[in-house]
């Protein structure tokens, strides 16, 4: 996988900053599907990642907040239990060490 890079253009009036990675590294892996490849292809030598990455991250986001979920409600007595004797724990070190 080659190491991102950024990539400022700047204007008289304004600049942008933004992320790629570089295409023919990426092209040397064999094992891209072929539209994949001519994806990459049509970005020339730079491809950019910032939307893919944000993509990703938004859909890595719900995933996560999905299976939040989903442990809590298989879970939420071992929780629950866990969660009073920690309680538990917690005033009994209080009472060693705050005395």
């Known amino acids: 996988m080659p190491v991102a890079q950024s990539q400022q253009v700047f204007g008289s009036e304004s600049f942008s900053i933004t992320f790629i990675l570089p295409g023919e590294p990426l092209l040397r892996w064999?094992?891209?599907?072929?539209?994949t490849r001519e994806w990459i292809t049509g970005f020339g030598g730079a491809v950019p990642i910032v939307d893919v990455v944000d993509s990703y991250?938004?859909?890595?986001?719900?995933?996560?907040?999905?299976?939040?979920?989903?442990?809590?409600?298989?879970?939420?007595?071992?929780?629950?239990?866990?969660?009073?004797?920690?309680?538990?724990?917690?005033?009994?070190?209080?009472?060693?060490?705050?005395?």
């Open 57 to 99: 991250a938004r859909t890595a986001g719900a995933v996560d907040e999905w299976l939040y979920g989903r442990i809590g409600t298989k879970y939420a007595d071992e929780i629950a239990d866990f969660l009073r004797e920690r309680e538990a724990l917690d005033r009994d070190v209080s009472g060693v060490f705050d005395a």
């Open 30 to 35: 064999d094992r891209w599907a072929s539209d």
